[in-house]
């Protein structure tokens, strides 16, 4: 009694969610009736989106605003469908909801598209001159009124000639006969309009009725669930009744050929032999031997089908091969096999002949097919072209692009029907896998209705599911498009067909399914994940190389520029920028995922090898955002060839110098901000250099590129050590191939410690180094260690007083700590000693630490500063910002000292924090490039939450050059201004997130669990 009062309340709460959603969307698709009455439209020629006056954007903007409502509606309903089997309430609102949603768009104007004139055109041209639409083009009859509707005027008809007997059909029912009209035109093409509006209301309603009959066999909530998720669906509703689009009628016979194959092979056997050598291999849940209808017959049927699909537009020829390669797998025996080739074979060449026959002329008939060959809009292959055009004419790339997206086509069509071969069960998922790589990713021509071909297909698969959430956001993705390219594109100087506009577009339509269907799965087997890895490393090393080539170091290190001058600031360029580097984020975290599904030895290879091929990669990039590689060469040159401390002289005393010219105005007046053991490091590169300042710019590049990888190697180490640490957890840290991944495949560590050959990643090695003797119980090490990456970079200073507290925690006794202390001391002055020579000039150290202080950019300080500078002095708030951010420190620095005198083991971390801590609140000269500090420290950090914060900013720091480079230069804002946005992207996302992290950590303490 209890279950059934349970169920009957759960059944009224899913009414109610059901019934507020439909109410909604009915409410919204009037509001669209009333907005853009279709009697009232109608009589306005070519009246789309892209046409509407900007006086009425606010109302487009509304009504595509509301879509995005109705999909949130659809997904609150999605979640209570399944209710439906045990009430008939719910069945009610399921079914008939969708019916009024049909009857209201059927008054609704197609305002995203006109190709419904085009149709009723060409059955016009069918009906009323009898003309063969396959040979005439529609302005060959400029005399009809009704032509200034049409869009394409200048081709013949794109769709297969069973559509074509269908418009001819609708335009008979609709009135049109042959000789003189009988009315005048717009009453006629009104007639025509509904008529045609009422062929796609007709298509989707028996689309319906398909996806039922398709999922026979499956549970009564599956099959409530599938028919809803196409009923309701806005895309659906939209394009197949508002837009009267004709796939609908492309979908049916394929959802059914589906619906004969699943039913078909739920009732036969599964095949004994995969080929006559192999040996018979039984497999689960065959039934009997089969009978003819259902090992020829039905398959037969189903590629009949298929064919049919085909003869209304061509694209659904594709899916032929995978639906004959599930039931050839099927079939018992060689002789059946071939037996349903001939039957199969023969029916369709049949009925394509019968299809073709009322329209034939010879071969130019099937000028259609190529027509459209060379057509490219909005997918990846019209950026292909767009790159092309820099090397060769027009032509010649848009053949080139089309022909890339056809072969990639051939490759999805060959791996479907091979996974169709070898799992014939999982045909469906087969088929919606080649028409997402179709069109996500090898489509040359788009349009958002085309995002309408997947939801049948998925609506036939287990909801939710992976498949399921792509489909459903890029149907979401794919209405936007009308409002990004009708109205937003349009405020931009972007041209039509350019990189720029292509390329965010198809970032933004298929980029996020792309993600969600190639992220990888926790049951990933290790075979998958290592080709996923593998192909990851790949895809980075090919963008890596597009970026060295576009900027090339040997042709450009001549003079001093960067990428905006080098790209002219283009708008290409800078997409090129953008999506270059979301796609190497994307890779790379991607490749963070698959690397942990491997075995550690197998895993490290790939690791290393694509980090070393990716920073060799990079050798070749000029060094786009900063110039500081040729300040290390200038400088340095002060010691090797003039003898005197960079420390003390500035680059300016030698204004005759033959590098004088690679040292900007900017610094020329500053002596060395480095330590001085980096004089000593940077001395031999410019020494065998001479006058050759490529030589030397390539010397840091490969001395940057050993650091890279000993640093990679150090974390796989310290990681391995921690591990095996009997007092830790090992599941608490990072797997070795995944922690060396984190820093040796980052895109900001790349960028910025080979492409633009900052001595940061030198840095990393003693850092590392004293990191790894902490591990590996070498405490005499650690300091010393510390105070020589100290003598390089003077940020991890800090960080000794942290290891001492460590270190002396963690020793056995005192005498221990006596012992270890004396051992430190010594080797502190050794370092010392080694580190000052030549010069031995603290006071010239001293002062140069003192100036690093007074450089104030892109750091919250400045930003600050920017916004007050019209109430208070900016030294004033500067010297304020210094004393907090600095306080702040402190207390940070005490907190992390307390904590690791509880757990020493826990300094990597500490380590991490407080230079987390320096950059974010006491650093006021805050560069993109001094988070290669953090990812290396992340990576050796056992909690998840710093490798999220390090990725984070680093993801900000190069939004930071997207924003500087092009964005300033087009946008051309206050002072004030640039600095509030640049520190906002640079600094708020790792901000953000780290904010989550405390109010979590705080939610997780004991007491409050306990509260």
């Known amino acids: 009694m209890l279950l059934q009062l349970v169920r009957s309340w759960r059944a009224h709460a899913a009414s109610g969610w059901l019934m507020l959603s439909g109410t909604l969307a009915a409410l919204i698709y009037a509001g669209v009736v009333r907005a853009m009455p279709l009697a009232a439209a109608y009589t306005k020629p070519l009246r789309n989106i892209n046409k509407i006056a900007p006086a009425l954007w606010p109302t487009v903007l509304l009504t595509v605003g509301a879509v995005v409502v109705l999909f949130g509606a659809y997904a609150v309903g999605a979640r209570y469908v399944g209710a439906a089997a045990r009430s008939r309430l719910l069945r009610l609102l399921v079914l008939g909801l969708p019916l009024l949603f049909a009857g209201l768009l059927l008054f609704a104007y197609p305002l995203t598209s006109t190709d419904i004139y085009d149709y009723l055109f060409r059955g016009r041209m069918l009906a009323h001159y009898q003309a063969n639409t396959f040979l005439a083009k529609p302005k060959e009859f400029l005399a009809d009124p009704l032509l200034p509707f049409v869009a394409w005027k200048h081709v013949v008809t794109a769709y297969g000639p069973l559509w074509e007997g269908i418009s001819l059909l609708t335009a008979r029912l609709a009135g049109e006969r042959p000789g003189p009209p009988l009315e005048p035109a717009l009453p006629q093409l009104l007639r025509l309009l509904f008529a045609y509006k009422l062929l796609a209301w007709l298509g989707f309603l028996l689309c319906a009725l398909v996806i039922w009959a398709a999922s026979e066999g499956e549970a009564a909530e599956r099959r409530w669930q599938a028919v809803y998720l196409w009923l309701w669906n806005p895309l659906a509703l939209w394009e197949t009744i508002g837009a009267a689009h004709n796939d609908v009628w492309m979908l049916l016979p394929v959802v059914l050929a589906l619906g004969i194959m699943r039913y078909w092979m739920a009732h036969q056997p599964r095949v004994e032999r995969a080929f006559p050598w192999m040996p018979r291999q039984p497999l689960e849940g065959t039934l009997c031997a089969g009978s003819l209808r259902g090992a020829l017959l039905l398959p037969t049927a189903a590629l009949l089908l298929i064919t049919v699909g085909g003869l209304i537009k061509f694209a659904v020829l594709m899916f032929g091969p995978v639906v004959l ?264 975290l991607s490749g963070l995922q698959a690397c942990r599904r491997l075995p550690p030895r197998r ?84 020494a065998l250099a001479g006058d050759r300042i490529l030589v030397a710019l390539v010397g840091f590049k490969l001395l940057m590129l050993a650091c890279l990888l000993i640093s990679g190697w150090l974390v796989a180490r310290i990681l391995a050590r921690a591990r095996a640490t009997p007092e830790e957890a090992p599941q608490d840290w990072p797997a070795p191939a995944a922690g060396a991944l984190l820093l040796l495949w980052n895109p900001l560590v790349l960028w910025e410690g080979i492409g633009n050959a900052h001595n940061d990643l030198l840095l990393l090695v003693p850092l590392l180094l004293a990191l790894w003797a902490f591990t590996a119980r070498r405490a005499a090490l650690v300091l010393p260690l510390l105070l020589l990456a100290g003598l390089i970079k003077y940020v991890t200073l800090p960080l000794i007083p942290l290891a001492i507290v460590a270190l002396w925690r963690r020793a056995a006794d005192r005498g221990q700590r006596r012992r270890l202390a004396l051992r430190s001391l010594g080797l502190c002055v050794i370092v010392l000693l080694i580190g000052f020579a030549p010069f031995y000039n603290p006071v010239a150290i001293a002062h140069s630490v003192l100036a690093q202080g007074q450089i104030v950019a892109t750091s919250p300080a400045s930003a600050l500063a920017a916004l007050l500078a019209s109430h208070f002095s900016s030294a004033l ?131 409050v669990a306990r509260l």
């Open 877 to 1007: 708030i500067i010297g304020w910002a210094r004393l907090v951010g600095s306080g702040a420190l402190l207390l940070i620095m005490a907190l992390l000292a307390w904590r690791l005198w509880r757990r020493p083991q826990d300094l990597p971390r500490a380590c991490f924090e407080a230079l987390f801590a320096l950059l974010m609140l006491a650093t006021l000269n805050l560069r993109p490039w001094y988070l290669i500090w953090l990812v290396a420290l992340a990576a050796v950090s056992p909690a998840p939450w710093p490798a999220r914060r390090a990725v984070t900013w680093s993801v900000g720091g190069l939004c930071l050059y997207a924003f500087l480079i092009w964005v300033e230069a087009w946008w051309k804002p206050g002072p004030a201004l640039i600095k509030l946005v640049a520190v906002l992207l640079f600094v708020a996302p790792a901000a953000l997130l780290t904010l989550a992290e405390l109010l979590i950590a705080l939610r997780q303490r004991p007491i």
């Open 325 to 588: 390669a599930a039931a050839l797998r099927r079939q018992v025996g060689w002789r059946r096999r071939l037996a349903l080739l001939a039957l199969a074979g023969g029916a369709c060449l049949a009925l394509l002949a019968a299809a073709y026959a009322p329209f034939w002329s010879g071969w130019a008939t099937f000028q259609n097919v190529g027509d459209r060959g060379t057509m490219l809009n909005v997918s990846w292959l019209t950026g292909i072209r767009s790159v092309l055009l820099f090397t060769m004419p027009e032509q010649q790339a848009e053949y080139i692009a089309s022909t890339s997206g056809l072969a990639l086509l051939m490759l999805g069509v060959i791996a479907a029907a091979w996974a169709a071969w070898r799992r014939p069960e999982a045909l469906i998922r087969q088929v919606l896998g080649l028409l997402l790589w179709f069109l996500l990713v090898c489509n040359p021509w788009f349009m958002p209705w085309y995002a309408l071909w997947a939801l049948p297909i998925a609506a036939l698969l287990p909801w939710p599911s992976r498949a399921w959430w792509a489909v459903g956001l890029f149907a979401l993705l794919a209405f936007a498009y009308y409002v990004g390219d009708g109205l937003v594109m349009e405020q931009f100087t972007f041209a039509q067909k350019s990189f720029a506009r292509e390329g965010f577009l198809a970032a933004a339509i298929y980029g996020p399914a792309l993600l969600i269907l190639t992220w990888p799965r926790r049951e990933m087997s290790p075979r998958a994940a290592t080709w996923c890895l593998a192909l990851c490393g790949l895809g980075m090393i090919a963008i890596c190389a597009g970026f060295a080539v576009r900027y090339p170091l040997s042709a450009n290190s001549a003079g001093l520029t960067d990428i905006g001058k080098l790209s002219k600031y283009s708008a290409d360029d800078f997409a090129g920028f953008v999506l270059g580097m979301a796609t190497l984020f994307g890779l790379y």
């Open 603 to 686: 895993a490290l290879g790939i690791v290393f090898v694509s980090g070393a091929l990716l920073a060799l990669v990079m050798l070749g990039l000029y060094p786009t955002n900063a110039i500081d590689v040729f300040l290390y060469a200038t400088r340095s040159r002060l010691l090797t060839y003039y003898g005197v401390d960079p420390n003390a002289v500035p680059l300016d005393r030698f204004p005759t110098d033959l590098w004088a010219s690679y040292s900007i105005k900017e610094w020329a007046s500053h002596v060395s901000p480095y330590g001085p053991l980096w004089n000593l490091v940077a001395a031999p590169i410019t």
